[in-house]
């Protein structure tokens, strides 16, 4: 069955550090991949995606993520975080016409 | 482009009431929207998918009857709690596929019930 695993429920950070966020898929086919970020009380903002082509996507806010398929994963980074940064980070992976969620990333943000 | 508005953001209710939750694609038509729970400090549950001018499709364990799903237009969905019960307290969430397909899909802003 499909899923999505994300290991770290809760990271914190400096400001201006480096930042990876982790993402574990299972999938059988060539997957869909999505990263969304929520801010408290709001929805989803899609930061980047990937469908097919350069593993190595950009997204909004500086954050780009790695599609490594020998490794079933799809991380997320940032050169340097900024405090704005601080929220809860979505893997996804679209299958069988829905997405399907990681249980998502806490990121905190220490001055 | 593709933004999806959510109405109203937030509701309280007494028990045994229905409250009605809009969803809308502002600026595309949405033939598929989905309909997600969010308790707090964890993931979204897909509640329902949504296709305009047919049935919604429920996820297993989600109760039909008390959340009814409408897809009237291609910009408009509707989820209704029925005789709601303070267990039913949580952030729903509506999105719409995007016009790109590949499983794309914008997000509202939510909304807050609240059950006293």
């Known amino acids: 069955a499909q899923s999505v695993t994300q290991p770290d429920i809760h990271i914190t950070v400096s400001e201006g550090a480096s930042l990876e966020l982790r993402c574990n898929y299972s999938y059988g086919a060539t997957p869909y991949l999505f990263w969304y970020v929520q801010s408290p009380g709001q929805g989803l903002q899609l930061l980047l995606k990937?469908?097919?082509?350069?593993?190595l996507v950009q997204g909004i806010k500086g954050f780009e993520a790695e599609f490594k398929r020998s490794q079933s994963s799809f991380n997320l980074r940032k050169p340097s975080v900024h405090w704005s940064d601080a929220a809860e980070y979505f893997c996804a992976v679209g299958a069988a016409g829905k997405l399907i969620f990681g249980q998502g990333t806490e990121l905190s943000v220490k001055p | 482009g593709a933004v999806v508005s959510q109405h109203p953001s937030r509701v309280i209710c007494k028990s045994g009431t229905s409250v009605k939750i809009e969803c809308r694609s502002l600026d595309f038509q949405a033939t598929t929207m989905f309909w997600y729970r969010q308790f707090p400090k964890q993931s979204l549950m897909l509640m329902a998918t949504?296709?305009?001018?047919?049935?919604?499709?429920?996820e297993q364990g989600v109760e039909k009857d008390k959340f009814l799903i409408n897809h009237a237009s291609l910009t408009l969905s509707t989820l209704t709690v029925t005789s709601a019960h303070p267990e039913d307290s949580s952030f729903y969430i509506c999105s719409a596929y995007g016009t790109s397909g590949n499983y794309e899909q914008y997000f509202g802003p939510g909304t807050r019930l609240t059950v006293t």
């Open positions: 990937y469908f097919s082509g350069d593993t």
């Open positions: 949504s296709n305009e001018g047919s049935k919604a499709t429920y």
